[in-house]
């Protein structure tokens, strides 16, 4: 089984919500292949899902997809890496 059907995503009320398909239709209303690209990071959370839950934070996990976003921009670097580049999760652009 891959691991995207299984990864857990937090819970909505009572709720817990697993894999990418199950939160692609509980936190939007929609099949996964639907997503938008934002929508699709938006649930890349599976490091914090209690923290990063789209329902329950909306605001921390918008700022998870801006920084996604950045490192795939090569904007930034994982934290631990070294280098001249911003740090992506602990630092936001200017």
Excluded at 74 to 79: A, L, T, V, Y
Aim: glycine share 8%.
């Amino acid at each position: 089984m891959l691991y995207i059907n299984v990864v857990p995503l937090g819970f909505v009320g009572d709720n817990f919500v697993e894999g990418f398909a199950e939160g692609a239709e509980v936190f939007y209303s929609k099949r996964f292949e639907e997503l938008t690209c934002d929508e699709f990071l938006s649930l890349l959370v599976f490091d914090r899902p209690m923290r990063l839950n789209p329902h329950v934070n909306p605001e921390a996990n918008a700022r998870r997809v801006r920084q996604i976003k950045r490192l795939l921009a090569g904007e930034c670097q994982p934290p631990g890496l070294l280098g001249a580049t911003p740090n992506c999760w602990t630092e936001e652009p200017e």
